[in-house]
Nanobody, 125 residues
Framework: QVQLHESGGGLVQAGGSLRLSCAVS????????MGWFRQAPGKERDFVAV????????VYADSVKGRFTFSKHNANNTVTLQMTSLKPEDTAIYYC??????????????????WGQGIQVTVSS
């Protein structure tokens, strides 16, 4: 059974930083695309970032480009999202998800088959 578990969320002031982690069990992430998505209050869940199966390529939403860094750690089967220069509009529930195998990137949510339960990130102004 594949499970994803996010950690590292919380409350931070605007301009601050947070590091989200996602631990995966039941499946090796080494051959899979991994992604981060978020859902703000009253809005649909949106794409944040994706990393290729080999960790060599990352794609970011324009709204987070230059502020967020997505990393893949095959040795301990985790992915991390380093978030800096946080803004109030980054407030959302953040989800990690497992995407397709052996591809460079995927941003369509229906391509991701396993999801974490989500973790709250709140940025105060």
């Amino acid at each position: 059974q594949v499970q994803l578990h996010e950690s590292g969320g919380g409350l931070v002031q605007a301009g601050g930083s947070l590091r989200l982690s996602c631990a995966v069990s039941g499946s090796s992430i080494s051959t899979y695309v991994m992604g981060w998505f978020r859902q703000a209050p009253g809005k649909e869940r949106d794409f944040v970032a994706v990393i290729s199966w080999d960790g060599d390529n990352t794609v970011y939403a324009d709204s987070v480009k230059g502020r967020f860094t997505f990393s893949k750690h095959n040795a301990n089967n985790t992915v991390t999202l380093q978030m800096t220069s946080l803004k109030p509009e980054d407030t959302a529930i953040y989800y990690c998800a497992r995407g397709p195998r052996w591809t460079s990137a995927a941003m369509t949510q229906r391509l991701f088959d396993y999801w974490g339960q989500g973790i709250q990130v709140t940025v105060s102004s």
